[in-house]
């Protein structure tokens, strides 16, 4: 009989753990935000919020970050609160009621990343996993020019954004550009590219544009080129001149042709003409 009760009672014993684990969960519930993005060199909280139906006594808390090698962010065991580090990291509510969101004090790129809250207490487990993602904005673009090109450079900016180009016109020419990048030592992205021009294109101003990792414009500037402003200059006072050339050359010749006319009836009317032509 002892091996038969034993048998019996171990579905009944999972029933009831599993039974009163769920009655547990119903007791306590953790919510939170799935995804937050935070914004490079400013405070990100991770929003969590414990609800309970019974009056609520946390036993443990604990913060983490995922990754090849797990940190401890938060450990709170009842009566003690203590943090890896507190310059980075803390709790947004010290009471412990109901908030046990994170603060991220001074959010940096090496943040990114998964975060996980377990929680005991009195009415139960739980835990939660967040994604937090961090951007930077881009600084306004610095254009310069050489002799045979216009360069654009930004920085300060995450995640890897772009510089495209464009003319006067409105024309695309970020295709005929060479563009760079590098990661500084504290994760940011600088962003470089280099544009050949010739005065032969026609173009006086080239404009350069940032745009986030979304295609988001975050500033431009634009670059104009005196010697090709110069040569059109050049070239539109030359076909003015040839202009003005011309239409003075045309009055002359009608001028000319004209006093050439008077002359010839003046010519005429001159004695010596009747003269002949009466002894004819």
Known sequence: MEPILKMSFMPVLGLFLTIT??????????????NITGIYATP?????????????QIKKLLWIKKGSVVQELIQFDGS????SDPEYFTLSQQDLRTDISLLVRNTRIEDEGTYKCIV????????????LKVEAGYSPPEMKKSATAVNCSTGGGYPQGELRWMDESG?????????TWEVTDGGLIQLHSELSI?????YHSYTCIVLNSKGEEEGRDTLKIPEVE????VEAEQKSSSKHTWII???????????????FVRWNRRPHFRLIKSVA
């Open 120 to 131: 005991m207490a009195n009415a139960g487990p739980q835990e939660y996993e967040i994604y």
């Open 171 to 179: 024309a695309d020419l970020t295709s005929q550009a060479k563009n």
């Open 80 to 83: 003690k609160l203590s943090t």
């Open 44 to 56: 990100t909280e991770l929003k969590c919020i414990l609800k309970a139906q019974a009056q609520l």
């Open 21 to 34: 684990a769920s009655a547990l969960s119903e007791l306590l519930s953790l919510n939170c935000e799935n």
């Open 198 to 202: 010739s005065p032969r294109t026609g």
């Open 249 to 263: 050359v045309s009055i002359c010749v009608i001028l000319l042709a004209l006093i050439i006319a008077v002359l």
């Open 230 to 233: 110069k040569q059109m200059e």
